[in-house]
């Protein structure tokens, strides 16, 4: 796998979790179960792939994020998490355990420094998909969690949300700041001055005088 290609592999035993990051000379070190390789950002890199983007050309550009695809083994998943855009998971080969919980707040933590996760929930949605079944996320809202239930693959078209005003003002401080555009002052644009009754200007930029 090229190296200007952004993939990690996640695996888990006896609930301890590992993340790795590409590219991965070989696979042969890894066993037949709980793990998950996961290649971000497919459809700039291979054009049939990119066509499974298609469908969602209608909205603005800045809204379509990329398209990932994990393989994962039997109990290969990511754990429990939230994500922090919208993503529609087509499932493309192989079965997958998904379940999805409620919209509440949640507690997330880091099992790993690499990962992102929230603590068990009880499931509203407890579904195996199995090819061409697609299932919808929204962003940041609905815990949830997917584990293969044998060798699968699985796309996930990723849709970004616009950020919140507090965080677009932040960036917006940021880029002033960076660019060194805070200096600078307001300055009267350079007209000529009305002449005053009963007194006269020296000179466009001096102080009136008057009789």
């Not at 996760?117 to 998909?129: C, Y």
Request: proline share 9%.
């Amino acid at each position: 796998m090229e190296s200007e290609v952004d993939s990690r592999l996640v695996s888990h035993q006896d609930g301890k979790w590992q993340v790795s990051h590409g590219p991965f000379e070989s696979y042969d070190h890894l066993s037949e179960n709980n793990w998950s390789l996961l290649v971000q950002a497919v459809n700039h890199w291979h054009e049939p792939s990119a066509a499974l983007m298609h469908p969602f050309r209608a909205l603005p550009d800045w809204r379509i994020d990329d398209l990932m695809i994990s393989f994962s083994v039997p109990g290969g998943g990511v754990g429990p998490h939230l994500d922090q855009y919208d993503v529609f998971i087509i499932q493309g080969t192989g079965r997958r355990r998904w379940r999805v919980g409620e919209k509440v707040p949640m507690k997330q933590h880091c099992p790993h420094p690499d990962l992102l996760q929230v603590d068990p929930f009880e499931a509203i949605i407890d579904e195996e998909m199995e090819p061409g079944d697609i299932l919808y996320i929204s962003a940041g809202i609905s815990p949830h969690e997917g584990y293969s239930l044998e060798n699968s693959l699985n796309y996930s078209g990723r849709l970004s949300r616009a950020e919140c005003p507090a965080s677009c003002l932040a960036a917006f401080a940021d880029y002033v700041l960076q660019r060194e555009l805070g200096s600078q002052r307001y300055a009267d644009p350079d007209v000529p001055s009305p002449r005053p009754s009963g007194g006269y200007f020296t000179d466009p930029n001096s102080t009136a005088c008057a009789r």
